[in-house]
C-alpha cells in the first residue's frame, strides 16, 4: 500500500475557471468506505454543467474536483466493509455531486454501497463511461416502468448516452424497441437491435400509426427533455407508462391523463445528495454487470483519448455537441 500521505487532482476554483493541476491530502476510506485507485473518470454533460456554475441543484461547492463515474482498484478497506477486499476492480457513480468528491483524481475514497465489481470483459475506460447513464436508464426502465417482454419501447434521444443503454437494455428485457434520434446514428442503432426512427422525416404522428398501429407505445423514456417530453405524452398508449430523466419546464399533462397513462421522473442523483437508497446503486450496477458479461450491453466510447491534462479539451467537445460516444478521462 502505498505511504504517500498527497495526491494529484484536477480543481475547479470558480465557475468557469480553468482546471488546475494540485497536490492535495489523500483521502483515508472512513467507516463503511473504500479507498479506490482511480484508473479513468467518465465525462458525462453534467460535469460540463457545475464547472460552468450552472447546476445548483447538484449542490457542488468551488473549490470543486469533478467527476461523477469512476472505474478503479480498491487500495484500501474501511471499518465495516466486508464486501469487497484490496486488489478488486470496482466501478460506480461515487461522487463530484453534493461536495462529495469527484473522480478528476488519484483516489477517492468512495462510499462501498456505490460500488460493484467492474465486469470481467470491460477495460477501466469502458467501465468508467457506464454507471451514470446505466443507473438512469436502469431506473427508468425497471424500476418505473417494468419493462418486460413483449412491449413496445420507444426511446426518444436512443443516441445518446443514457439513450443507448436504455435501447439494450429494454433488448435484453425481450422488447420491441423504436428507437428516435437523427439519420447519422441510424446504422448503430439498428445494430442494437432497434428500429431507428429520424427525428427530421418522421412526426411523433408518424411513428406512432407506423410502428405502434396508431395506439401508441406501452413504454417511453424521454432522455432530452423541454419539448421531448410533451412528444413522450403524445407517443404514449393507452395504460402506458412515460419516463423521464430531464423533466425541466412547463408541460400540458392532458394528454397523459386523457389516456390514463402514468408519468415517472428519474434522478439518479438522490442517492448521493441524500445518503439514502445507495445500496440500490451498487445492486443495479452488479445487474447491468451481468448483461454486460453476457455480450448484452456494451457503452459507445469515442475513439479519442484523454488524461488529466486534457480535461478542458473533453468538456469542449460535449459542450459543443461533437462526442460521438462517451468520453473517458485515463488517469495516468
Not at 423533466?247 to 386523457?258: D, E, R, V
Amino acid at each position: 500500500m502505498s505511504q504517500s500521505t498527497t495526491m494529484k487532482a484536477l480543481l475547479i476554483d470558480a465557475p468557469n475557471a480553468d482546471f488546475r493541476l494540485a497536490e492535495i491530502a489523500k483521502p483515508t476510506p472512513r467507516e463503511g468506505e473504500v479507498l479506490v485507485r482511480i484508473k479513468a473518470s467518465g465525462v458525462n454533460p453534467l460535469d460540463t454543467k457545475i464547472r460552468a456554475g450552472n447546476a445548483a441543484h447538484v449542490r457542488h461547492p468551488f473549490p470543486a474536483v469533478l467527476g461523477i463515474d469512476l472505474a478503479g482498484v480498491v487500495e484500501q478497506v474501511g471499518p465495516g466493509v466486508t464486501e469487497f477486499r484490496r486488489g478488486d476492480e470496482v466501478y460506480g457513480m461515487t461522487g463530484g455531486v453534493g461536495g462529495i468528491q469527484g473522480s478528476l483524481a488519484e483516489f477517492a475514497a468512495v462510499d462501498a454501497r456505490l460500488l460493484a465489481p467492474k465486469p470481467h470483459n470491460l477495460s477501466m475506460r469502458e467501465a468508467a463511461a457506464l454507471p451514470l447513464i446505466a443507473i438512469t436508464a436502469w431506473e427508468g426502465l425497471v424500476d418505473r416502468a417494468n419493462v418486460r417482454d413483449g412491449q413496445q419501447v420507444l426511446v426518444l434521444g436512443a443516441g445518446g448516452g443514457v439513450g443507448h443503454i436504455a435501447v439494450q437494455i429494454a433488448k435484453a428485457a425481450g422488447a420491441d424497441v423504436f428507437a428516435v434520434d437523427g439519420a447519422a446514428k441510424a446504422d448503430y442503432l439498428r445494430s442494437l437491435g432497434a428500429t431507428p426512427i429520424d427525428r427530421r422525416v418522421e412526426t411523433v404522428t408518424d411513428y406512432v400509426v407506423n410502428h405502434a398501429g396508431g395506439k401508441g407505445f406501452d413504454i417511453v423514456y424521454d432522455t432530452v427533455g423541454g419539448p421531448s417530453l410533451d412528444t413522450a405524452f403524445q407517443a404514449i398508449s393507452r395504460f402506458g407508462h412515460v419516463v423521464s430523466a430531464l423533466g425541466w419546464g412547463t408541460h400540458a399533462l392532458a394528454p397523459l391523463s386523457f389516456k390514463a397513462a402514468t408519468y415517472s421522473g428519474v434522478f439518479t442523483l438522490l442517492p448521493l445528495l441524500t445518503g439514502e437508497g445507495r445500496s440500490h446503486h451498487g445492486e443495479i450496477l452488479r445487474e447491468v454487470g451481468k448483461l454486460v458479461e453476457a455480450g448484452k450491453l456494451m457503452p459507445r466510447l469515442d475513439a479519442r483519448r484523454f488524461g488529466l491534462s486534457d480535461v478542458a479539451e473533453a468538456h469542449a467537445l460535449i459542450e459543443s455537441r461533437q462526442a460521438n460516444g462517451k468520453l473517458v478521462v485515463e488517469i495516468a
